[in-house]
Every structure is written in C-alpha cells, then in structure tokens.
C-alpha cells in the first residue's frame, strides 16, 4: 500500500501580480520518480521550494503529513534536496561537511557516506573549494545517498555539468539510492537524460499542472507514428494532437489511437517525454487561442 | 540538541580559526618576545605613547615594591597583567566586529546558505549558536593565550628581580592568582553580553543587505542624525558608544572606581542588577527576531 507523500490541494503563490503557482493539485505516493518538466517561469522551482518550506504559499500543502512551512525543521529529517549546484561550504573540507552533517543531521549514516566516497576521486582531506563542479555535485550526492530519507528533492542538480557526471550522477542515484519506496523529485531542463528512470511525469506551465500521469499509462496514452511516404495523408486523416518533421519526415502524435491500426501506416513507438511535452504545450496554446 | 550544537560551535571555529586562534596566538607570541627582550634588556620600548624599560626600575620603585602591602602589590600587577592582554582583546575585539557582519553575508554570498538551510537545524538554532559561539567560545579560545602571556610576564620580571638581586623570585608569584583566570573569563562573557546589541545589529545587517558594512552603519548614522535634529539629544549615540566600550567603565555601572584596577567576580554580577543590562538584552532579542525571520526569508544571494 503506497503511503502519500505529498498532498497538494490549490497551491498558489503569487509574487507582485502575477502567479507563480496558479492552483496546484496533487498527491504524489511513496516509490514515485516524478519528473517536473516545464519551461523557464512554470513555476517547478517554486513548487519545490513549497515542498521544503523554504517559501509560504497559499492553499493546503502537506507533505509526510506536515505543514512544510511550520514543521520544516522535522520535516527535513525525512527530506533532503539538491537545490543547486555547488552549494557546499568552499571553506569546508570533505571530511569537516561530513562530521558537520553527522553532527546535526540523526538519520545521516557517515560510513555509509564514506564507502560512497571511496568510489569516487574525492578525498576526504581535501577543500571543497578545488574540488572540480562535478566532484562537488558528486560529493553533495553521496552525502544526501547516505541520509536514509523518505523523500529526495533534485532542483537542477546537475545544470552546468558535463555528460558523464550527468550519466553518473542518475545511474547512481537509481542504482545505488532508490530502494522502490523512496520517492524523488526531480526538476530539470536535461528531459531526455532522465525519462527513462522516472516512473511519472508532471507538466507543468505559467504555474499550472498541464498533465500528471505515469510514464506507463503515457505510453499508453500516446504513441508516434513516422508514416511512410504512401501513409502520411492516410495518418493526418486520424487527427493527431500534433505533428511535425524530424530528419526531413513527418512525424505524428496521437491521442488514445488503436495501436494496431497505426502499425499500418509506418513505424509506431511511444514518444519522448520532451516531443511529449512540446506537443501538450502546442495543444494547449492552440485550444487557448481558439 | 547537545550534540548538533557541539557540531555547530566545531564548524564555526573551524570557519574562523585565523580569527579567533592564529591571529590572537601571533600577537601573543609576539608581546611574549617583546616582554622577555625587554626584562633581558634586549630592547627598550620607548614612544611617544608607550614607554616600557628595565630602567623603569630604579632605587625608589624598588624600595616601594618591597614596602608596598600585600594588597597594594597585588592590586597593582594584577591591573598590569590585565592591561598587558589589551592588544590580544584589541584583536580579538576586530575579528569578533568582521565575524558578525560577515556570518550571515558570507553564506548568502557563496550560496551555502542553500546548504545549510537543506538541513534539519532550524534558524532559530543557527542564531543561537553563532551568537553562542561569540559571546561564550570566543573567550574561551583566547584565554590559553591570555594565561601565557601572564606566565611569561611574571616569569620573565621574576628571573630579572632575582638576577638583579631585587625581590626573591617567589614575590611575583604570590601576587599571580590562578583564580583570575575564572575573573578573566567572567569579564569577558560580561563584557560580551553587553555588547549583544552591537553583535546582533552586525549580524541583522549581514542577513539583510548586499553591502553589510553600509547596511550596518548608514541606518545607524540616520538615526543619530535625525534623533540630533528632531529631539536635540544624542542618546543613541552615547548607547552605542558605551555598548562598544568596557561594561565596568559604563555611566550605568553601579560601581565606580576612581584608579585603574580589575574588577573581580562579585562585580560582574552588579552588571545583571542594571537596567541597561536588560535593555541591551531586550533589543538583542528583538534583533535575533530579525535575524531569524529575515535568514529564512531573504532568496537576494547577492552580497559585495
């Protein structure tokens, strides 16, 4: 039975006169990997802050059953979060961030943190401040690793980074950190880099929720046909909520369509989350302006 | 609870140990070389200001040391021993005015503030232990230095009296009471809590502005200015005047003395019976509101 994590019901948060968060409801269950994906000002960010109790809103929040705002210094011993990148004390060397965070913090485990770190190139006598931006991600990552929380909040964790720390960083937060009941947040512009470990998606735009589902039922929901040459009149003809050319071929979303029937035309596979989400962002403007 | 403070005061020592541990040792080391070149006649220190030499003692203050009562003798070097910490307190007293305006600037600064606040440690706890840290700790890192240069003080007059057939070495010594370490202390916590204002108002101009030091000093000049025009009084700036000063030299200090001389652990208490003891603790604590609220609510990561 999957407990709720996070209860959110007309979430709004507004700075001067516009609203960064314009009525969010949701609930988000233990074991979920959810990917907050949205332009630049959709307001993912703000609701993450919301999450930590780092900023008032209005409306009901409760996340692991508290107010974040009022019971944020309990809540974050079952919370931890990544909000930035390079955020650890520069002054600091590794060893001195550990016994600070094993001093204030009761569920972080430091030889579990410790074993982490032995995998990696980062010594423990050494300052933060030479170590390289993605040995410091890496070393943020460890210590979070080692804290055995119900909740992890990712806000860009790894903007800035090459490639490889970005691979690294994913493969080990699922490999080595998600155990099937801890449930993680993630916000980031890299989609691509992170769709295939997320369990459901959050669209998000102008602080609104465009679409919320699991990835399973979205691969479902929609399917992409690249028809071949003879089939493209054949495929617009069963109205697909968008289209567009790829490579110089055509390519076309559809919405609750027989699979079967669109295996005829040409070559059917579930989207790409971000194709996804231009194309829901695509819709939604079309029906806004109509 | 004990141990995340143990966890806290351990960082900020660690944060600010040329503050408050190397800079205090090198002027300690460096008075203990001057006093003993001194006493062995190595140099002389002769300014306009300071005037120190082996000469100083001459046939009649020899004569005075050895007629002087028990209490005379002991009165007068323990207010030298005192003044002989000033310059480890005068440094002290500089790193303590850059701690509080930079404790809460440098964090916003370099974005570590999103670090910290990512852990289960509340404001309200944070404050607490930097100001624990600075009215409590700070005095106990900077005694051990303060006992060595006393140490080498006496030591160094002691070895010169007897090789100059003065006093026997042991004279010095029966004046050196290992108790004033406990009156050093005292003081020293006294002298912090009033001077809590001052911190606090450091520390709130380092969680609210981007430039601390005018955020700290404009709003106080402004006040002083506009209190000079409006009411034609300067109360403001005689408290904060005497808020920077020693709390046994304060107008509102009950007892007054009319030489130089320490004042012992009985008259730190008569601090606590003062009412602008209590008002400085009451606008710390309404400053500390500030600090608290304004840390938790202030995103401006940009400070100069």
Known sequence: MSEIIIKAESIKKNYDASYALDGIDIEVLSGQILGLIGPNGAGKSTFLQSILGLIKTEGNLEVLGMDPRRDRHQLLKEVCSITDVAVLPKWMTVDQVLQYVDGVHPKFDIKKCLSILSKTDIKRSSKIKILSRGLVVQLHLSIVMAIDAKLLVLDEPTLGLDLIYRKEFYSQLIEDYYDGDRTILISTHQVEEIEGVLSDALFMNQGRVVMYDSIESINKKFLELRPNNDSIEKGRSLKPIHQRIELGREVLLFEDTDEEKLSELGEVRPPFIADLFMAIMDKTKRGTDS | ?304
């Open chain 2, 1 to 304: 609870m004990t141990t995340i403070f143990f966890a806290m005061l351990r960082r900020e020592v660690q944060e600010h140990k040329v503050a408050f541990i190397y800079a205090p040792f090198i002027v300690t080391i460096v008075l203990c070389f001057v006093i003993a070149s001194v006493y062995f006649g190595i140099t002389d220190i002769q300014t306009a200001e300071f005037n120190f030499s082996t000469e100083i003692y001459d046939e009649d203050y020899q004569e005075g040391m050895l007629q002087a009562s028990p209490e005379a003798k002991a009165r007068v070097i323990r207010a030298g021993l005192t003044v002989l910490a000033l310059p480890v307190l005068i440094t002290v007293g500089f790193g303590i005015l850059a701690y509080n305006l930079s404790t809460f600037a440098d964090e916003r600064k370099d974005r570590s503030l999103i670090f910290w606040r990512s852990l289960p440690v509340s404001d309200l706890t944070t404050v607490i232990s930097k100001l624990l840290f600075v009215i409590l700790a700070v005095p106990l890192m900077i005694l051990p230095n303060i006992i060595l240069l006393q140490f080498v003080a006496v030591m160094s007059a002691s070895i010169y009296f007897v090789s100059n057939d003065i006093v026997s070495f042991g004279y010095l010594w029966n004046s050196y009471f290992i108790t004033d370490w406990f009156r050093i202390i005292f003081s020293l916590w006294a002298q912090a809590l009033w001077t809590l204002p001052i911190f606090t108002w450091l520390m709130f101009a380092g969680t609210y502005s981007r430039k601390p030091v005018l955020g700290a000093v404009v709003p106080l000049v402004a006040t002083v200015v506009l209190e000079g025009i409006i009411f034609k009084t300067n109360s403001i700036f005689e408290f904060i005047i005497e808020r920077i000063g020693f709390w046994s030299r304060s107008e509102s200090f009950p007892k007054k003395y009319e030489e130089v001389r320490v004042v012992d652990v009985p008259d730190i208490f008569l601090l606590f019976s003062t009412p602008e003891f209590w008002i400085g603790i009451i606008i710390s604590a309404l400053l500390v509101v500030g600090i608290v609220y304004t840390r938790s609510t202030n995103n401006d990561y940009t400070v100069e």
